[in-house]
């Protein structure tokens, strides 16, 4: 089995997008309903400041976004496995669809293979 997790941070990112959950969280499912994962369950923790922590669990892992207003920050965090095929390339295309919600004028990202 192999899995790619593609995981960074997101800085001066738009900052309507890291208070409006609901939009921001509708598009997030339907990009992963389009890339072909398959989401099981999910979570969503709106904190007083506004910000947010929304996963979802995939039945090939998982995807996290992580939102802190006062910063215009977002961490993202997508890991795909599975044992019939690559995923690589899925990872990493949801991770950036994802990471262009929010605008961000500077994206560090890492990648890991597992």
Same mark, same amino acid.
């Given at each position: 089995?192999?899995?790619?997790?593609?995981?960074?941070?997101?800085?001066?990112?738009?900052?309507?997008?890291?208070? +409006?959950?609901?939009? *921001? #969280?509708?598009? =997030?499912? /339907?990009?992963?309903?389009a890339?072909?994962? $398959?989401? !099981? %369950?999910?979570?969503?923790?709106?904190?007083?400041?506004?910000?947010?922590?929304?996963?979802?669990?995939l039945?090939?892992?998982?995807l996290?976004?992580?939102?802190?207003? +006062?910063e215009?920050? *977002? #961490?993202?965090? =997508?890991f /795909?496995c599975?044992?019939?095929?690559?995923? $690589?390339? !899925? %990872?990493?295309?949801?991770?950036?669809?994802?990471?262009?919600?929010f605008?961000?004028?500077?994206?560090?990202?890492?990648?890991?293979?597992?």
């Open positions: 089995m192999q899995g790619t997790h593609v995981f960074g941070e997101l800085t001066m990112c738009e900052r309507a997008s890291l208070i +409006d959950v609901q939009r *921001v #969280t509708e598009r =997030v499912k /339907a990009i992963v309903d890339s072909g994962l $398959s989401r !099981v %369950a999910e979570t969503c923790h709106v904190f007083p400041n506004g910000g947010y922590t929304f996963v979802i669990c039945a090939e892992s998982h996290a976004v992580h939102t802190w207003v +006062d215009r920050l *977002v #961490t993202l965090d =997508v /795909a599975n044992v019939v095929r690559d995923q $690589s390339s !899925v %990872a990493r295309e949801v991770f950036n669809s994802v990471a262009e919600i605008q961000p004028e500077h994206t560090h990202v890492q990648e890991v293979i597992r």
